[in-house]
């Protein structure tokens, strides 16, 4: 539990934050990690946000697949879904709804150089 900024929708929150985080090498080239988190953020003031209401939910969870080329280089896919749930409704544009939902989808590279010496 902590105190923030509220993200820009709240003046300042209470957050409750759990994340739970499983990795394990699949074989000599392969690596797999698996998430899963939980975040309630309620407004300090009780006062519903600029847009929407006092508390906000949110749920995730993702999976990364990664594969190592070399001792410097790896490639990665990973997957994330995020569901959040506030108590009142928030609006964009026409539209208001309490829940949202949304799925990332990232491929990359990541790429290091060897460690210098100091």
Partial sequence: RYTSAG???????ESDWAQFTFDRRLSRWWYGTANAGY????????????????????????????????????????????????????????????G???HTIGLGVDWHAKPLRL
């Fill in 39 to 98: 975040a309630r953020n309620r407004s300090l003031t009780q006062v519903a946000g600029t847009n929407g209401g006092y508390k906000f939910d949110t749920w995730q969870g993702g999976l990364n697949l990664s594969r190592q080329f070399g001792r410097f280089t790896s490639v990665y896919v990973n997957y994330n879904l995020q569901r959040q749930i506030s108590d009142q409704p928030v609006c964009f544009g026409s539209g208001c709804r309490t």
């Fill in 7 to 13: 993200s820009g929708v709240l003046v300042g929150a």
């Fill in 100 to 102: 949202f939902l949304q």
